[in-house]
Protein backbone atom coordinates (compact mmCIF):
# COMPACT_ATOMS: atom_id res chain seq x y z
CA UNK A 1 0.00 0.00 0.00
CA UNK A 2 1.20 3.41 -1.08
CA UNK A 3 1.41 5.16 2.43
CA UNK A 4 0.16 8.95 2.63
CA UNK A 5 1.29 10.20 6.28
CA UNK A 6 0.30 13.56 7.60
CA UNK A 7 2.20 15.35 10.02
CA UNK A 8 0.43 17.60 12.13
CA UNK A 9 2.62 20.23 14.47
CA UNK A 10 5.46 19.69 12.03
CA UNK A 11 7.65 22.75 13.08
CA UNK A 12 8.52 21.63 16.29
CA UNK A 13 11.13 20.24 18.18
CA UNK A 14 9.99 16.55 17.15
CA UNK A 15 8.38 17.47 13.99
CA UNK A 16 11.38 18.92 12.72
CA UNK A 17 12.99 15.69 12.76
CA UNK A 18 10.60 13.19 12.60
CA UNK A 19 8.99 14.80 9.20
CA UNK A 20 12.97 14.24 7.99
CA UNK A 21 13.46 10.74 8.51
CA UNK A 22 9.88 10.03 7.10
CA UNK A 23 10.46 11.87 4.33
CA UNK A 24 13.69 9.71 3.56
CA UNK A 25 11.80 6.38 4.45
CA UNK A 26 8.68 6.95 2.45
CA UNK A 27 9.43 10.20 -0.17
CA UNK A 28 8.72 13.63 -0.15
CA UNK A 29 5.41 13.48 -1.52
CA UNK A 30 4.17 11.05 0.86
CA UNK A 31 4.78 13.20 3.43
CA UNK A 32 2.54 16.18 4.31
CA UNK A 33 3.80 18.38 7.31
CA UNK A 34 1.35 20.66 8.37
CA UNK A 35 1.54 23.61 11.15
CA UNK A 36 0.02 26.52 12.05
CA UNK A 37 3.45 28.49 11.57
CA UNK A 38 5.19 28.90 8.57
CA UNK A 39 8.82 26.30 8.42
CA UNK A 40 12.31 27.10 7.98
CA UNK A 41 12.46 26.31 4.47
CA UNK A 42 11.31 27.74 1.32
CA UNK A 43 7.41 26.35 1.15
CA UNK A 44 7.55 26.09 -2.65
CA UNK A 45 10.54 24.33 -3.34
CA UNK A 46 9.97 21.52 -0.92
CA UNK A 47 7.54 18.76 0.19
CA UNK A 48 3.82 19.50 0.73
CA UNK A 49 3.69 21.86 3.67
CA UNK A 50 -0.05 23.20 4.67
CA UNK A 51 -0.90 25.88 7.38
CA UNK A 52 -3.26 23.89 9.90
CA UNK A 53 -4.71 24.83 13.31
CA UNK A 54 -5.82 21.73 14.61
CA UNK A 55 -7.96 23.48 17.03
CA UNK A 56 -10.07 23.91 13.53
CA UNK A 57 -11.47 20.61 12.67
CA UNK A 58 -13.36 21.53 9.52
CA UNK A 59 -9.25 23.05 8.11
CA UNK A 60 -8.21 19.45 9.29
CA UNK A 61 -11.38 17.48 7.43
CA UNK A 62 -10.23 19.75 3.96
CA UNK A 63 -6.83 18.19 4.36
CA UNK A 64 -7.44 14.99 5.23
CA UNK A 65 -10.49 15.36 2.29
CA UNK A 66 -7.32 16.29 0.14
CA UNK A 67 -5.08 13.75 0.95
CA UNK A 68 -6.86 11.00 2.19
CA UNK A 69 -3.70 9.83 5.03
CA UNK A 70 -3.06 6.09 5.31
CA UNK A 71 -0.86 7.42 8.78
CA UNK A 72 -1.75 10.87 11.02
CA UNK A 73 1.02 11.73 13.61
CA UNK A 74 -0.98 14.52 15.84
CA UNK A 75 2.42 16.87 17.52
CA UNK A 76 0.90 19.92 17.80
CA UNK A 77 0.93 20.69 21.78
CA UNK A 78 1.86 22.93 24.44
CA UNK A 79 3.99 21.39 26.97
CA UNK A 80 4.83 21.50 30.69
CA UNK A 81 6.26 25.01 31.73
CA UNK A 82 4.03 27.04 28.92
CA UNK A 83 1.07 25.06 29.80
CA UNK A 84 1.28 26.73 33.33
CA UNK A 85 1.14 30.13 31.41
CA UNK A 86 -1.90 29.56 30.00
CA UNK A 87 -3.77 26.75 31.07
CA UNK A 88 -6.95 26.96 29.55
CA UNK A 89 -5.52 27.08 26.50
CA UNK A 90 -3.12 24.10 26.90
CA UNK A 91 -6.01 21.90 27.56
CA UNK A 92 -7.85 23.39 24.66
CA UNK A 93 -5.11 22.60 22.37
CA UNK A 94 -4.04 19.38 23.83
CA UNK A 95 -7.57 17.82 24.68
CA UNK A 96 -9.50 19.33 21.47
CA UNK A 97 -6.65 18.91 18.90
CA UNK A 98 -6.66 15.12 19.64
CA UNK A 99 -10.15 15.14 19.73
CA UNK A 100 -10.80 16.52 16.60
CA UNK A 101 -8.18 14.22 14.99
CA UNK A 102 -9.38 11.24 16.96
CA UNK A 103 -12.78 11.47 14.74
CA UNK A 104 -11.63 12.41 11.66
CA UNK A 105 -9.20 9.31 11.75
CA UNK A 106 -12.44 7.21 12.03
CA UNK A 107 -14.53 9.08 9.55
CA UNK A 108 -11.50 9.05 7.26
CA UNK A 109 -10.72 5.39 7.92
CA UNK A 110 -7.04 6.46 8.73
CA UNK A 111 -5.35 2.77 8.98
CA UNK A 112 -2.63 4.38 11.99
CA UNK A 113 -3.07 7.30 14.28
CA UNK A 114 0.24 8.36 16.58
CA UNK A 115 0.06 10.58 19.65
CA UNK A 116 2.32 11.47 22.12
CA UNK A 117 2.15 11.59 25.70
CA UNK A 118 4.84 12.54 28.58
CA UNK A 119 6.25 11.48 31.87
CA UNK A 120 4.08 14.72 32.97
CA UNK A 121 1.35 12.11 33.45
CA UNK A 122 2.86 11.09 36.83
CA UNK A 123 2.40 13.15 39.44
CA UNK A 124 3.73 13.55 43.82
CA UNK A 125 2.55 10.03 44.62
CA UNK A 126 3.90 8.44 41.12
CA UNK A 127 6.50 5.53 42.73
CA UNK A 128 9.80 7.62 41.19
CA UNK A 129 12.37 5.34 40.62
CA UNK A 130 11.58 2.63 37.83
CA UNK A 131 7.86 3.64 37.62
CA UNK A 132 6.05 1.35 36.51
CA UNK A 133 3.30 1.30 33.32
CA UNK A 134 0.42 1.04 36.07
CA UNK A 135 0.88 2.95 39.05
CA UNK A 136 -0.75 6.18 40.96
CA UNK A 137 -0.56 8.96 38.45
CA UNK A 138 -2.07 12.09 39.51
CA UNK A 139 -0.39 15.22 36.86
CA UNK A 140 -0.53 18.13 38.51
CA UNK A 141 -0.14 20.52 35.58
CA UNK A 142 -2.45 20.79 32.73
CA UNK A 143 0.24 19.53 30.49
CA UNK A 144 0.13 16.31 32.56
CA UNK A 145 -3.51 16.51 33.19
CA UNK A 146 -4.34 16.88 29.31
CA UNK A 147 -1.49 14.32 28.30
CA UNK A 148 -3.53 11.58 31.21
CA UNK A 149 -6.32 12.56 30.03
CA UNK A 150 -5.47 12.33 26.00
CA UNK A 151 -4.44 8.90 26.92
CA UNK A 152 -7.60 7.60 28.33
CA UNK A 153 -9.38 8.63 24.80
CA UNK A 154 -6.80 7.33 22.37
CA UNK A 155 -7.38 3.64 24.63
CA UNK A 156 -10.94 4.77 24.46
CA UNK A 157 -10.80 5.30 20.37
CA UNK A 158 -9.17 2.02 20.41
CA UNK A 159 -11.58 -0.49 22.09
CA UNK A 160 -15.05 1.20 21.07
CA UNK A 161 -14.44 1.89 17.48
CA UNK A 162 -10.91 -0.46 16.77
CA UNK A 163 -9.15 2.86 15.91
CA UNK A 164 -5.52 1.73 15.19
CA UNK A 165 -3.65 4.86 17.39
CA UNK A 166 -0.26 4.13 18.87
CA UNK A 167 1.61 6.30 21.58
CA UNK A 168 4.77 7.05 23.57
CA UNK A 169 5.19 8.61 26.99
CA UNK A 170 7.90 10.54 26.22
CA UNK A 171 10.95 11.95 28.47
CA UNK A 172 12.69 14.97 28.05
CA UNK A 173 14.14 14.99 24.68
CA UNK A 174 17.68 16.12 23.78
CA UNK A 175 18.11 17.83 20.38
CA UNK A 176 20.28 20.23 18.33
CA UNK A 177 18.19 20.82 14.94
CA UNK A 178 15.22 22.44 16.19
CA UNK A 179 14.63 24.52 19.92
CA UNK A 180 12.46 23.07 22.34
CA UNK A 181 9.11 24.08 23.09
CA UNK A 182 9.10 25.01 26.80
CA UNK A 183 9.50 22.08 28.57
CA UNK A 184 10.56 21.36 32.11
CA UNK A 185 13.30 19.68 30.91
CA UNK A 186 14.61 22.24 28.50
CA UNK A 187 17.61 22.92 30.71
CA UNK A 188 19.55 19.64 29.03
CA UNK A 189 19.28 21.72 26.08
CA UNK A 190 20.20 25.06 26.68
CA UNK A 191 23.49 23.58 28.53
CA UNK A 192 24.95 22.52 25.75
CA UNK A 193 24.14 26.18 23.54
CA UNK A 194 25.35 27.99 26.44
CA UNK A 195 28.41 25.60 26.78
CA UNK A 196 29.59 26.44 23.91
CA UNK A 197 29.04 29.94 23.47
CA UNK A 198 29.91 30.77 27.11
CA UNK A 199 31.47 28.12 28.59
CA UNK A 200 29.03 28.41 31.54
CA UNK A 201 25.34 28.10 32.34
CA UNK A 202 23.10 29.15 34.91
CA UNK A 203 20.02 25.70 35.50
CA UNK A 204 16.33 26.31 36.32
CA UNK A 205 16.74 23.15 37.91
CA UNK A 206 18.57 22.08 41.17
CA UNK A 207 21.92 20.74 41.03
CA UNK A 208 20.27 16.95 42.38
CA UNK A 209 17.21 17.01 40.49
CA UNK A 210 17.40 13.87 38.48
CA UNK A 211 15.11 13.29 35.29
CA UNK A 212 14.33 10.72 32.44
CA UNK A 213 15.83 11.71 29.10
CA UNK A 214 16.38 10.75 25.80
CA UNK A 215 18.62 11.60 22.61
CA UNK A 216 16.28 12.44 19.55
CA UNK A 217 17.74 9.98 17.54
CA UNK A 218 16.61 7.40 19.69
CA UNK A 219 13.23 8.77 20.29
CA UNK A 220 12.38 9.35 16.51
CA UNK A 221 13.70 5.59 15.99
CA UNK A 222 11.45 4.09 19.03
CA UNK A 223 8.50 6.32 17.14
CA UNK A 224 8.48 4.89 13.59
CA UNK A 225 9.41 1.26 15.74
CA UNK A 226 6.44 1.38 17.58
CA UNK A 227 4.26 2.48 14.23
CA UNK A 228 5.64 -0.09 12.28
CA UNK A 229 4.84 -3.04 14.80
CA UNK A 230 2.33 -5.14 13.79
CA UNK A 231 -1.05 -4.13 15.18
CA UNK A 232 -1.81 -7.01 17.18
CA UNK A 233 1.68 -7.12 19.35
CA UNK A 234 0.76 -3.59 20.59
CA UNK A 235 -0.18 -4.40 24.29
CA UNK A 236 -0.82 -0.64 25.60
CA UNK A 237 -3.47 1.57 24.06
CA UNK A 238 -2.99 4.24 26.14
CA UNK A 239 0.43 5.48 25.90
CA UNK A 240 4.19 2.84 26.75
CA UNK A 241 6.59 4.08 28.72
CA UNK A 242 9.74 4.88 27.37
CA UNK A 243 13.04 4.93 28.78
CA UNK A 244 16.41 6.56 27.32
CA UNK A 245 18.60 7.34 30.29
CA UNK A 246 18.32 9.40 33.55
CA UNK A 247 21.01 12.24 34.68
CA UNK A 248 21.01 15.09 36.58
CA UNK A 249 21.97 19.09 35.94
CA UNK A 250 25.30 18.47 37.65
CA UNK A 251 26.28 14.77 36.41
CA UNK A 252 25.21 16.32 32.97
CA UNK A 253 27.70 19.06 33.44
CA UNK A 254 30.66 16.48 34.65
CA UNK A 255 29.96 14.93 30.91
CA UNK A 256 29.94 18.30 29.11
CA UNK A 257 33.50 18.97 31.14
CA UNK A 258 35.06 15.75 29.34
CA UNK A 259 35.04 18.03 26.09
CA UNK A 260 34.75 21.67 27.86
CA UNK A 261 37.26 21.14 30.95
CA UNK A 262 36.56 25.10 32.29
CA UNK A 263 32.40 24.72 31.90
CA UNK A 264 30.89 26.23 34.80
CA UNK A 265 27.47 25.33 35.97
CA UNK A 266 25.60 27.46 38.45
CA UNK A 267 21.59 27.16 39.90
CA UNK A 268 18.77 29.63 40.01
CA UNK A 269 16.45 29.71 42.77
CA UNK A 270 12.68 29.23 42.76
CA UNK A 271 11.98 29.00 39.46
CA UNK A 272 8.41 27.36 39.09
CA UNK A 273 10.02 24.77 36.77
CA UNK A 274 11.35 22.75 40.19
CA UNK A 275 8.14 22.06 41.07
CA UNK A 276 6.98 20.38 38.01
CA UNK A 277 10.29 18.51 37.78
CA UNK A 278 9.74 17.02 41.42
CA UNK A 279 6.48 15.68 40.57
CA UNK A 280 7.98 13.69 37.93
CA UNK A 281 9.87 10.36 38.28
CA UNK A 282 13.87 9.84 38.14
CA UNK A 283 13.44 6.75 35.88
CA UNK A 284 11.34 4.89 33.85
CA UNK A 285 10.06 0.95 33.86
CA UNK A 286 9.78 0.34 29.83
CA UNK A 287 9.64 -3.23 29.51
CA UNK A 288 5.80 -3.27 27.71
CA UNK A 289 7.87 -1.49 24.74
CA UNK A 290 11.39 -3.91 25.15
CA UNK A 291 8.58 -6.87 25.08
CA UNK A 292 6.02 -5.80 22.97
CA UNK A 293 7.79 -4.55 20.12
CA UNK A 294 11.45 -4.51 20.81
CA UNK A 295 12.66 -1.42 22.23
CA UNK A 296 15.93 -0.61 23.23
CA UNK A 297 17.63 3.12 23.19
CA UNK A 298 21.19 3.35 21.65
CA UNK A 299 22.77 6.77 23.28
CA UNK A 300 23.95 7.14 26.77
CA UNK A 301 24.97 9.98 28.79
CA UNK A 302 28.29 10.11 27.03
CA UNK A 303 27.13 9.27 23.29
CA UNK A 304 24.75 11.79 23.21
CA UNK A 305 26.72 14.66 24.85
CA UNK A 306 29.53 13.69 22.44
CA UNK A 307 27.04 14.22 19.90
CA UNK A 308 25.90 17.35 20.81
CA UNK A 309 28.71 19.31 20.91
CA UNK A 310 29.65 17.92 17.53
CA UNK A 311 26.65 18.84 15.58
CA UNK A 312 26.29 22.15 17.54
CA UNK A 313 29.60 22.98 16.82
CA UNK A 314 29.04 22.54 13.22
CA UNK A 315 25.49 24.13 12.85
N1 LIG B 1 9.93 17.67 27.81
C1 LIG B 1 8.57 17.76 28.24
C2 LIG B 1 8.38 18.89 29.16
O1 LIG B 1 9.31 19.18 29.88
C3 LIG B 1 8.17 16.47 28.90
O2 LIG B 1 7.12 15.94 28.23
O3 LIG B 1 7.32 19.46 29.21
Same mark, same amino acid.
Given at each position: MQEKIIVLGSNGQIGTELVTMLRKIYGDDHVVACDIRRPDYDIKNSAPFEFVNVLDKEMINGIFKKYKPTQVYLLAALLSATGEQNPKLAWDLNMNGLLNVLDLALEYQVAKVYWPSSIAVFGPNSPKDNTSQYCVMDPNTVYGISKLAGERWCEYYNQKYGLDVRSIRYPGLISWKAAPGGGTTDYAIHIFHEALKKGSYQSFLSAETELPMMYMDDAIRGTIELMD???????? $? @?SYNFSGVSFTPEVLAAEIRKHIPNFTLTYADNDPRQQIANS?? $? @???DHFAAKDWGWKPEFDLAKLTADMLNNLKKS
Open positions: APADQISV $R @SWP $R @SID
